[in-house]
């Protein structure tokens, strides 16, 4: 800041004569005088340096005379923010948010400073923040600089002709760098897969701005620019269904020299569906791009229904085709067969499905003259056609005959002979071995016949025959020994009413047979009085192998009825028979049925919370006694008496069973006196870990904080720890470690600022949550220490935005500025950053707080675009579990915004074409796709079209999550 000439401005010098005599507003009153334009914007210059006093009255005063020349207080603030004094900088950046006009000029000036190479964190921080204030209006400055980190945050939905100008900027300003450098493998480049874990800001852009509209502009412009990488990935990540413009640009890729994009884009195409079917017809006439094309059209599966034909007259193409064309993780060996172009023709027409039958004489000549020996590939197309596949049907019944599963067992104990390993063994051991394998392989000629002509007689026979079969695996006792019968029960699912009557003459015989007809008749009706009934009785007989098979049938297709769950607690909660050495894992496997329940647990909780007070009288408890008592805990509130049986387990000599119980007790905030204190020991326990970097130990720390906060009121005494959980140690050279101060006796001193880590993150929710009872010199340090850290763009979100949310809790009066603060850490903030404990103070702002509605509807949208752009499998270039947290993430974005805006339908839409996606990945995951179906329940979604997602769910559940969602679901529709 320039020093003033006193002799030369007769009103700076009145100015500070009137400071030395009346202090701070003589000054203002001298300098309100001014009536020169020029001279009281040179006068402005130096009126910050009275914005340091220690008179806050004086500083508002000082404030109000800057407001009147905005944009000549906002230069003068700017260089106030490069002085030495920490104190001194942070006063002039909270008058910058005061003062700056929002306006374009004002928006310039910030934005500019945003470039400065000499970093300084209090400029940057408070010149993002006056720029969040002024809102959209900085849109174009950010653009032109190509902040687009800061052009995500200043976006509203709203404001359309700001976001269409940002994203013809993107379009027509993306490089136009090119991918030729050769079609190579190198190990370096594959370290990480761009395309669904980067952060691009660019990218986040497109999914906020709308993914049609973004969409529409992609394309045209990789059209035009076919070797950009930036325009592919972007392509990439907004392929979806119906994205027909970025068909064009997509297709051309398959001409490029970069191998990895090139299968891709194939995989976008497919993606994109329908519309890119006849693009990709046309790509199979070019021999170069063929194989890419067919990769294509099998990944669309049935949408490339409409490429049959075509696809008919190459299936005499025996071109030979590379596997390194056609995936990334292929690899070429000599002892592999050649692949050929009508290979990849029949992988195309098997993912098409029934519409591909027309093909079917084609298929059956072509597979007879290249595999006369085996006759495995019939039952591929029977599964592929369904009903369609009646030409598929005799091979299905000559390989499952008696005659030819004998001779199959004959020729494979022949080959096993010779065998470097099974040459030594007996010839019973290598026909059991024989005999295992071609029963499962009988088992898939099964099912694919059931898929075909399910009521067919001769199909019946077999199956019953097979499910009679003695156990293939004698070396282990009773039915655990049995090849999956999971994989066999489905033949008689499909056509229940032809099966069900000889499954219930098998109940009257003994041993295996019987047991084996109640694990699939429990599959067929899980729910039907018949079937509690028998299970009831399995579960208190003494026939170990009985029970067993009831524990796997419930747990895989999940029974609802409460008097099923309730048997089946009872049963895990009586004590173990130290005589059965099956009884403790039987118990265990009653316990993984009723968590694999879900939420249909809620229905049995009066039954299960009867049972829970008749158990263990007055003595100790064991294991599964507790662990059942805990997942009545997390299902749903208990009463006292339970709660204390339960607290027996605080007093187990096993530190993981005393924390595990204190964790249960708290999801009914119970018994506050003897649990807190467990919670605490569990926290000191690990808190030693944290000196180097752990994910896992924070995750554990972070898991007793949340139980903490459950408590509100009732944990104010621990207020201290939590508060040293969620700061550090602020230094010139390192943020510090909580390790260095972690103890009992030590306490956050003043200077210090938020912490990182999901420890951190939930106890600052925990201390939110006891609200108004914290202490006031500890919300003066929490607001100290937020001061610090608030809003640097290379700071953790996540925790800026608890600090803020439990400021805003604590202090109680919903200051304006207090708000603000939530609603800038908001736009600071990725959809990774909300997690569950976060969405829930957001949803608890309510109907009142709307300001933070337009910043979640962003982050919903780039939610949703992040999820639909991973992949559910594992492998080097995706991740299941980022694929899973994602979708976890989009649902609390979802009932954020259900708690301020009830009834959003862009919400819906929203969650449904997610969910609409999800099922098209034929993931086999219960979540996210239970949690998408619970939401829009949640939701009161009355659509035809959730209905129809509802009924694709339930037809394909493969988890009793997913099965009680969509059932759920469709009976409120039905209800309506």
């Given at each position: 800041m320039r020093?003033?000439?006193?002799?030369?401005?007769?009103?700076?010098?009145?100015?500070?004569?009137?400071?030395?005599l009346?202090?701070?507003?003589?000054?203002?009153?001298?300098?309100?005088?001014?009536?020169?334009?020029?001279?009281v914007?040179?006068?402005?210059?130096?009126l910050?340096?009275?914005?340091?006093?220690d008179?806050a009255?004086?500083?508002?005063v000082?404030?109000?005379r800057?407001?009147?020349?905005?944009?000549?207080?906002?230069?003068?603030?700017l260089?106030?923010l490069?002085?030495?004094d920490?104190?001194?900088?942070?006063?002039?950046?909270e008058?910058?948010?005061?003062?700056?006009?929002?306006?374009?000029?004002?928006a310039?000036?910030l934005?500019r400073e945003?470039?400065?190479?000499?970093y300084?964190?209090?400029?940057?921080?408070?010149?993002w923040r006056a720029l969040?204030?002024?809102g959209?209006?900085a849109?174009?400055?950010?653009?032109?600089?190509?902040?687009?980190g800061?052009?995500?945050?200043?976006?509203?939905?709203?404001?359309?002709?700001?976001?269409a100008?940002?994203?013809?900027?993107?379009?027509?300003?993306?490089?136009?760098?090119?991918?030729e450098?050769?079609?190579?493998?190198?190990?370096?480049?594959?370290e990480?897969?761009p395309?669904?874990?980067?952060r691009?800001?660019?990218?986040?852009?497109?999914?906020a701005i709308?993914?049609?509209?973004?969409?529409?502009?992609?394309?045209?412009?990789?059209?035009?620019?076919?070797r950009?990488?930036?325009?592919?990935?972007?392509?990439?990540?907004?392929?979806?269904?119906?994205?027909?413009?970025l068909v064009?640009?997509?297709?051309k890729?398959f001409?490029s020299?970069?191998?990895?994009?090139r299968?891709?884009a194939?995989?976008?195409?497919?993606?994109?569906?329908?519309?890119?079917?006849p693009?990709?017809v046309e790509?199979t006439k070019?021999?170069?791009?063929?194989?890419?094309?067919?990769?294509?059209l099998?990944?669309?599966?049935?949408?490339?229904a409409?490429?049959?034909?075509?696809?008919?007259?190459?299936?005499?193409?025996?071109?030979v085709?590379k596997?390194?064309?056609?995936?990334e993780?292929?690899?070429?060996?000599?002892?592999?067969?050649?692949l050929?172009?009508?290979?990849?023709?029949?992988?195309?027409?098997?993912?098409i499905?029934?519409?591909?039958?027309p093909?079917?004489?084609?298929?059956l000549?072509?597979?007879?003259?290249?595999?006369p020996?085996?006759?495995?590939?019939?039952?591929?197309w029977a599964?592929a056609?369904?009903?369609?596949?009646s030409?598929?049907?005799?091979?299905?019944?000559?390989d499952l005959?008696?005659?030819a599963?004998?001779?199959?067992?004959?020729?494979?104990?022949?080959?096993?002979?010779?065998?470097?390993?099974?040459?030594?063994?007996?010839?019973?051991?290598?026909?059991?071995?024989a005999?295992?394998?071609?029963?499962k392989?009988?088992?898939d000629l099964?099912?694919?016949?059931?898929?075909?002509?399910?009521?067919?007689?001769?199909l019946r026979?077999?199956?019953?025959a097979?499910?009679r079969?003695?156990?293939?695996l004698?070396?282990?006792p009773?039915?655990?020994?049995w090849p999956?019968?999971?994989d066999?029960?489905?033949?008689?699912?499909?056509?229940p009413?032809?099966?069900?009557?000889?499954l219930?003459?098998m109940?009257?015989?003994h041993?295996?047979?019987?047991?084996?007809?109640?694990?699939?008749?429990?599959?067929m009706?899980?729910?039907?009085?018949a079937?509690i009934t028998?299970?009831?009785?399995?579960?208190?007989?003494?026939?170990?192998?009985?029970?067993?098979?009831v524990?796997?049938?419930?747990?895989?297709?999940?029974?609802?009825s409460?008097?099923?769950?309730?048997?089946l607690?009872?049963?895990?909660?009586?004590?173990?028979d130290?005589?059965?050495?099956n009884?403790?894992?039987?118990?265990a496997?009653?316990?993984?049925a009723?968590?694999?329940?879900?939420?249909a647990?809620?229905?049995?909780?009066p039954?299960?919370?009867?049972?829970?007070?008749?158990?263990?009288?007055?003595?100790?408890?064991?294991?599964?006694?507790?662990e059942?008592?805990?997942?009545?805990?997390?299902?749903?509130?208990i009463?006292?008496?339970?709660?204390r049986?339960?607290?027996?387990?605080l007093?187990?000599?096993?530190?993981r069973?005393?924390?595990?119980t204190a964790l249960a007790l708290s999801?009914?905030?119970?018994l506050?006196?003897?649990?807190?204190p467990m919670?605490?020991?569990?926290i000191y326990?690990d808190?030693?870990y944290?000196e180097?970097?752990?994910?896992?130990?924070?995750?554990?720390i972070?898991?007793?904080?949340?139980?903490?906060g459950?408590?509100?009121?009732?944990a104010?005494?621990?207020?201290?720890?939590l508060?040293?959980l969620?700061l550090?140690?602020r230094t010139d050279?390192?943020?510090?470690?909580?390790?260095?101060?972690f103890?009992r006796?030590?306490?956050?001193?003043?200077?210090?600022?938020?912490?990182?880590?999901?420890?951190?993150?939930e106890?600052?929710?925990?201390?939110?949550?006891?609200?108004?009872?914290?202490?006031p010199?500890?919300?003066a340090?929490?607001?100290?220490?937020?001061?610090?850290?608030a809003f640097?763009?290379?700071?953790?979100a996540?925790?800026q935005?608890?600090a803020?949310?439990?400021?805003?809790?604590?202090?109680?009066r919903k200051?304006?500025?207090?708000?603000?603060?939530?609603?800038?850490a908001?736009?600071?903030?990725?959809?990774?950053?909300?997690?569950?404990?976060?969405a829930?103070?957001?949803?608890?702002?309510?109907?009142?707080q709307k300001e933070?509605?337009?910043?979640?509807?962003?982050l919903?949208?780039?939610?949703?675009?992040?999820?639909?752009?991973s992949?559910?499998?594992?492998?080097?270039?995706?991740?299941?579990?980022v694929?899973?947290?994602?979708g976890?993430?989009?649902?609390?974005?979802?009932?954020?915004?259900?708690?301020?805006?009830?009834?959003?339908?862009?919400?819906?839409a929203?969650?449904?074409d997610?969910?609409?996606?999800?099922?098209?990945?034929f993931?086999?995951?219960?979540?996210?796709?239970?949690?998408?179906?619970?939401?829009?329940?949640?939701?009161?979604?009355?659509?035809s079209?959730?209905?129809?997602?509802?009924?694709?769910a339930?037809?394909r559940?493969?988890?009793?999550?997913?099965?009680?969602a969509a059932?759920?679901?469709l009976?409120?529709?039905?209800?309506?």
């Open positions: 020093r003033f000439d006193f002799g030369r401005n007769s009103i700076c010098r009145a100015a500070w004569i009137a400071v030395l009346g202090g701070l507003p003589g000054a203002v009153l001298a300098l309100d005088s001014a009536d020169d334009a020029a001279t914007g040179d006068a402005i210059e130096n910050p340096e009275a914005l340091f006093a008179d009255e004086a500083r508002s000082a404030i109000e800057l407001k009147r020349k905005p944009h000549e207080a906002v230069a003068a603030l260089k106030a490069d002085g030495d920490f104190d001194r900088r942070v006063k002039a950046g008058a910058l948010l005061a003062v700056a006009p929002r306006d374009a000029k004002t310039q000036m934005v945003l470039e400065d190479t000499n300084n964190v209090e400029r940057q921080t408070y010149c969040v204030r002024v959209s209006i849109l174009p400055a950010a653009t032109e600089k190509q902040d687009y800061l052009c995500l945050a200043l976006l509203d939905p709203a404001d359309t002709a700001a976001s100008a940002v994203l013809e900027v993107l379009a027509r300003d993306a490089p136009s760098d090119t991918d450098i050769g079609d190579v493998r190198e190990e370096e480049e594959q990480v897969d395309l669904w874990l980067s691009d800001p660019r990218i986040d852009l497109l999914y709308g993914a049609q509209q973004s969409a529409a502009a992609i394309g045209k412009a990789l059209d035009e620019k076919p950009s990488n930036w325009l592919f990935d972007a392509a990439y990540r907004l392929s979806a269904r119906g994205a027909a413009s064009p640009g997509l297709v890729q001409g020299t970069n191998f990895a994009r299968i891709q194939a995989e976008a195409l497919a993606r994109i569906g329908r519309t890119a079917v693009a990709l790509a070019d021999a170069n791009r063929r194989p890419l094309a067919l990769s294509a099998r990944q669309l599966g049935p949408e490339a409409d490429a049959v034909e075509p696809l008919r007259r190459l299936l005499d193409c025996d071109d085709v596997r390194t064309d056609i995936s993780f292929a690899i070429e060996r000599d002892d592999l067969p050649p050929r172009v009508s290979d990849l023709v029949l992988d195309a027409l098997a993912a499905g029934p519409a591909a039958a093909a079917a004489k084609d298929i000549r072509r597979e007879l003259a290249a595999k020996a085996s006759m495995e590939f019939a039952a591929r599964r056609f369904g009903p369609k596949g030409e598929f049907v005799p091979l299905l019944a000559h005959s008696a005659e599963t004998s001779e199959r067992i004959s020729a494979a104990c022949a080959k096993l002979a010779v065998d470097e390993y099974y040459r030594d063994q007996p010839p019973s051991e290598i026909r059991r071995r005999s295992y394998e071609d029963y392989y009988r088992q099964a099912l694919a016949w059931s898929r075909v002509t399910p009521n067919d007689e001769r026979e077999r199956y019953f097979m499910l079969e003695g156990n293939a004698v070396d282990e009773g039915c655990r020994a999956n019968l999971k066999l029960a489905p033949v008689a699912l499909a056509a009413e032809k099966y069900k009557p000889e219930l003459q109940l009257d015989e041993g295996e047979s019987r047991r084996k007809a109640l694990y699939v008749l429990t599959l009706e899980p729910d039907s009085p079937t028998r299970a009831v009785a399995a579960l208190e007989s003494g026939d170990a192998d009985e029970r067993y098979m524990f796997t049938a419930l747990a895989e297709c999940g029974g609802y409460p008097e099923l769950i309730a048997a607690a009872k049963f895990a909660a009586t004590p173990a130290q005589r059965d050495p009884s403790e894992s039987d118990k496997f009653a316990l993984r009723i968590r694999n329940h879900g939420r647990i809620e229905a049995a909780l039954q299960l919370r009867e049972l829970a007070a008749t158990i263990g009288g007055d003595g100790e408890l064991s294991s599964n006694q507790l059942f008592l805990r997942v009545i805990a997390h299902a749903g509130p009463d006292e008496r339970i709660a049986k339960l607290a027996r387990g007093k187990h000599e096993e530190e069973e005393r924390h595990a999801m009914s905030a119970a506050p006196k003897a649990t807190l919670l605490v020991d569990a326990a808190a030693e944290l180097t970097p752990n994910s896992y130990v924070e995750q554990e972070a898991k007793y904080a949340r139980a903490i459950r408590y509100g009121n009732a104010s005494g621990q207020q201290d720890l508060l040293k969620s550090r140690q050279q390192d943020l510090g470690s909580p390790v260095e101060w103890d006796e030590d306490a956050p001193r003043e200077g210090w600022c938020i912490a990182s880590g999901r420890h951190a993150v106890s600052l929710v925990a201390l939110g949550r006891i609200g108004p009872h914290v202490r010199e500890t919300l340090t929490l607001r100290d220490a937020f001061r610090y850290t640097d763009r290379d700071f953790e996540a925790s935005l608890a803020a949310i439990a400021i805003l809790r604590i202090d109680g200051t304006a500025e207090d708000v603000a603060a939530v609603i800038e908001l736009r600071l903030a990725s959809p990774e950053d909300i997690s569950p404990s976060l829930e103070e957001l949803a608890a702002l309510g109907t009142r933070v509605l337009p910043r979640l509807r962003v919903l949208s780039v939610a949703r675009g992040r999820f639909m752009s992949r559910p499998d594992d492998s080097p270039f995706s991740s299941r579990d694929y899973i947290e994602r976890e993430r989009l649902v609390n974005l979802a009932q954020c915004i259900a708690a301020i805006a009830p009834g959003d339908e862009s919400t819906r929203l969650l449904r997610a969910l609409a996606w999800e099922l098209a990945q993931a086999y995951e219960a979540e996210p796709r239970a949690s998408f179906l619970d939401m829009l329940v949640e939701l009161d979604d009355r659509s079209e959730f209905h129809k997602l509802a009924g694709q339930a037809a559940a493969h988890w009793p999550a997913v099965r009680h059932n759920q679901a009976r409120r529709a039905g209800e309506r």
